[in-house]
């Protein structure tokens, strides 16, 4: 346990100066929460002395130190009631817990020079994503079909704001997050701008208006701004997505995100969905995202088209800096309607082929 009152120029100590510090307030609230339980995972090993590792003093950390922490954070060894061991590792989520040390370290150093050594040593670990001969686990992606398919379900479930903001996550490239806990309706079709729609990405801050209609004033997601308007007739302010049944505790339809910002809710009712339609176990609300910019990459779209999409800023994420505009929105999509009704005629071409 971290004690009330860490003694300053401890690991325990740069951990409360991180999270008084206003880039803290910066940060998404979900990777706030991983943030604090990463941090207070490393913080709370024990070290063979029996003390813990956040009663160490800055000064004392080391390369070599950390490194030590890592390899011991990154297998976790159980034994069952029978004697059974069993080990496995936890890679993605140590690697998780060293990036949040490693910007706490960084911000504590601007707050508190004097005290935070300037050498971080949790920078430049070379931190590998799997284990070394083994293959990287693609995310589930879904296809055109397999999204058709959940809405049918989501539908017949009576779950319509769930199929609703599939179709959202696949046109307009939207993480999870941002669909049930950050879509106002007010960001939609406002009266100042009726043709455009706000998207802001809480990950990264990125925001934008996206254009509802081309050159020629032809609705450009024609099917996503039937629902949506139907939504916006019956809701004046607030989330666009609430849950679809009453709740015992409120008169209104709630929020589908917690005030804590949790979504697992929301997630296993998806996967009543993907049940009942009969899909892949394996995939999520995030597959229909992960689809949309496969999607996109099979209608020969370019880097800067994509980057607008999704609202990238990393050449990390994509290859090539490029300014976002409107038109690049408007062509991107099209691209991909394009490709959609291309890939529909396909199927259909070859299931009346005669034999």
Same mark, same amino acid.
């Given at each position: 346990?971290? =004690?009330?009152?860490?003694? =300053?120029?401890?690991?325990?100590?740069?951990?409360?100066?991180?999270?008084?510090? =206003?880039?803290?307030?910066?940060?998404?609230?979900?990777?706030?929460?991983?943030?604090?339980?990463?941090?207070?995972?490393?913080?709370?090993? +024990?070290?063979?002395?029996?003390?813990?590792?956040?009663?160490?003093?800055?000064?004392?950390?080391?390369?070599?130190? !950390?490194?030590?922490?890592?390899?011991?954070?990154?297998?976790?060894?159980?034994?069952?009631?029978?004697?059974? !061991?069993?080990?496995? +590792?936890?890679?993605?989520?140590?690697?998780?817990?060293?990036?949040?040390?490693?910007?706490?370290?960084?911000?504590?150093?601007?707050?508190?020079?004097?005290?935070?050594?300037?050498?971080?040593?949790?920078?430049?670990?070379?931190?590998?994503?799997?284990? =070394?001969?083994?293959?990287?686990?693609?995310?589930?992606?879904?296809?055109?079909?397999?999204?058709?398919?959940?809405?049918?379900?989501?539908?017949?479930?009576?779950?319509? %704001?769930?199929?609703?903001?599939?179709?959202? %996550?696949? +046109?307009?490239?939207?993480?999870?997050?941002? !669909?049930?806990?950050?879509f106002d309706i007010s960001h939609y079709r406002p009266s100042e701008r009726p043709n455009s729609v706000r998207i802001v990405h809480p990950k990264n801050g990125e925001e934008a208006w996206w254009p509802l209609l081309d050159e020629t004033a032809a609705p450009l997601f024609p099917e996503l701004m039937e629902e949506l308007d139907e939504i916006k007739k019956t809701t004046l302010s607030g989330l666009v997505f609430r849950r679809d049944h009453a709740h015992r505790q409120s008169t209104i339809p709630l929020p589908w995100i917690t005030p804590r910002k949790d979504l697992r809710y929301l997630r296993s009712v998806v996967k009543q969905i993907i049940a009942e339609a009969g899909l892949r176990k394996e995939l999520s609300f995030r597959s229909f995202r992960h689809g949309g910019f496969t999607e996109g990459a099979d209608s020969d779209l370019t880097d800067a088209e994509l980057r607008a999409a999704g609202r990238h800023r990393s050449n990390r994420q994509l290859p090539t800096y490029a300014k976002r505009t409107g038109k690049q929105l408007i062509t991107a999509t099209k691209k991909r309607r394009e490709e959609r009704i291309r890939s529909l005629l396909v199927r259909q071409n070859a299931n009346y082929a005669p034999e």
């Open positions: 346990m971290t =004690p009330a009152s860490p003694e =300053p120029g401890t690991f325990d100590w740069l951990v409360g100066i991180f999270q008084a510090h =206003p880039k803290w307030n910066e940060i998404e609230s979900a990777t706030q929460r991983h943030y604090t339980k990463s941090l207070a995972m490393f913080a709370n090993h +024990e070290l063979k002395d029996g003390s813990r590792v956040g009663s160490k003093h800055l000064s004392d950390f080391t390369k070599a130190f !950390v490194d030590a922490v890592y390899g011991k954070l990154l297998v976790v060894t159980r034994v069952s009631s029978s004697g059974e !061991v069993t080990v496995r +590792e936890r890679r993605r989520y140590v690697n998780m817990v060293m990036a949040a040390c490693r910007r706490a370290w960084f911000v504590g150093q601007r707050a508190q020079e004097k005290i935070v050594p300037a050498s971080n040593p949790f920078s430049r670990m070379g931190l590998r994503s799997h284990a =070394p001969g083994r293959s990287i686990r693609p995310t589930p992606t879904a296809t055109w079909d397999e999204l058709v398919a959940f809405r049918a379900a989501a539908t017949r479930l009576d779950y319509r %704001s769930i199929a609703t903001a599939a179709l959202l %996550s696949w +046109e307009w490239l939207q993480r999870e997050q941002h !669909v049930f806990g950050a």
